[in-house]
């Protein structure tokens, strides 16, 4: 009989692939998985009996804005708590770093904290810092082009010089040099808007070489989203690099039906070059207060104002009746401030999650106090709600959404799917269970079905919570495998 660290006994396994299930016995040594079959002749120090749970590889969420809370909160406890084993970090153009602040902290950055947080000059040193707080999840990064911005403009109201453009690619190449996964846009907020798609072409160009990709935050979500996916697609395929769109959606009531359109456009792409997407499971998107998305059609939720903190909580409809001012001059008086925007309809979001392309991401936001529920619970109500009440896809088909097919297009080498010699990255939860709790009235509440969780050989949450010993690392860019 051999030894191993960890024997997971009679696991419904969903290895990640799109494969079918089959029940094996999963052994874990050395923080990989090093043998899988039926009935193994092992001894695990410790044995845990599946009986028929499912098991399959940790998720992956592919959007998240966790850039400083792996650092401050590293128990990230609303990610590991649903399942989540790896977060990317650095999306829709904001990035803990490389950043040094010359001024006011620009919007949205601040979503990821307050000025001081922001202590990470190099790529090199926010890495550090992640290995130092040691987290509970693993942590990829990609670089911000905003953040970039930041650091070589003196105003952001306008595109970069050839100068600025040129010092913003060396921080670039430092950070792809770091094991960065590739560059992030958020072309849709001023910070950023006013770049000339040159300026993005131009620092795109290192990600081909160094085989990393180009994420974006599409200069619109709302009536011009086709010009925008062309844009998209347009500054990978001239670069010949992967473009994966950030939180797919059909913003606005007046784009409602037009996800059928969107995705032929994805689709027309997809025929010629790498490009996917990523969703999260709900109609209502969250980010700051944004004048131009004040839609008085729309029920916003303001989820903070520095002004004005005593209205969280309140639809923008009920603060400005209280104030007897329109809806767009109450906005004016709230910022900065967060909000939580039911602009989407749910057919569109759900056509555009069933869709192969997509992989889910949870854009959730740790640094707000009320957050949007998708922070505790995308996961899990991928697995419960859309898959096994609404039959969007199948098991196999959603596990593969949140693993192998991120694990595949962002270079997360040996993860993502349950193999031999693969790091020991899972999780054990009950597909007739597994449901989310957290809401838009009570957001913070850790998701059901949950049996227990690995990071890197660790058992690091069980259905009694976390087990405090946190295990996760830097992961740094391998080759990507793309999948369409």
Sequence with gaps: ????????????????????????????????????????????????????????????????????????????????????????????????????????????????????????????????????????????????????????????????????????????QEALDGGALGLSSGLAYLSAYSASTDEVLALAHPLAAAGAVYATHMRSETQAILDAMNEAFAIGRLNR???????????????????????????????????????????????????????????????????????????????????????????????PAGAIYHSMSEEDMRRILGHPATMIGSDGLPNDPRPHPRLWGTFPRVLGRYSREEKLFSLPEAVHKMTGLPAQRFGLAERGLIREGYYADLVLFDPEKIIDTATFTDPTRPAEGIGGIWVNGILSYTAQGATERRAGRFVARGKTAWIQ
């Design 1 to 172: 009989m051999l030894n191993c660290d960890t024997l997971i006994r009679n696991a419904r396994v969903v290895d990640g692939s799109g494969a079918e299930a089959e029940t094996l016995d999963v052994a874990l040594r050395d923080g990989r998985i090093c043998v899988l079959g039926p009935s193994l002749d092992f001894h695990g120090t410790s044995e845990v009996d599946a009986k028929g749970l499912a098991l399959a590889p940790g998720f992956i969420d592919v959007h998240t804005h966790d850039d400083m809370g792996v650092i401050r909160t590293p128990a990230m406890l609303p990610k590991l708590s649903q399942g989540v084993t790896t977060v990317i970090v650095g999306n829709c153009g904001i990035s803990a770093s490389p950043v040094s602040l010359h001024g006011a902290l620009p919007d949205p950055m601040n979503l990821l904290g307050g000025a001081e947080d922001f202590r990470y000059p190099t790529f090199a040193a926010y890495v550090e810092a992640v290995r130092e707080a040691q987290p509970a999840v693993n942590v990829g990064a990609l670089i911000g082009h905003t953040a970039l911005r930041n650091n070589h403009m003196d105003r952001l109201d306008r595109s970069a010089t050839k100068a600025e453009t040129e010092a913003m690619c060396a921080q670039l």
């Design 241 to 335: 690099v992967p473009v994966i769109i950030s939180h797919l959606k059909c913003a606005g009531i007046d784009n409602w039906g037009r996800s059928g359109e969107v995705l032929h456009a994805l689709e027309t792409a997809q025929a010629s070059q790498q490009t996917g997407c990523d969703c999260y499971p709900y109609s209502a998107s969250s980010s700051t207060l944004d004048l131009r998305q004040v839609d008085e059609r729309v029920t916003v939720l303001i989820t903070w104002s520095v002004p004005h903190p005593e209205i969280a909580g309140q639809t923008m409809a009920q603060i400005a009746a209280a104030w007897g001012v329109t809806q767009l001059e109450a906005a004016r008086r709230l910022q």
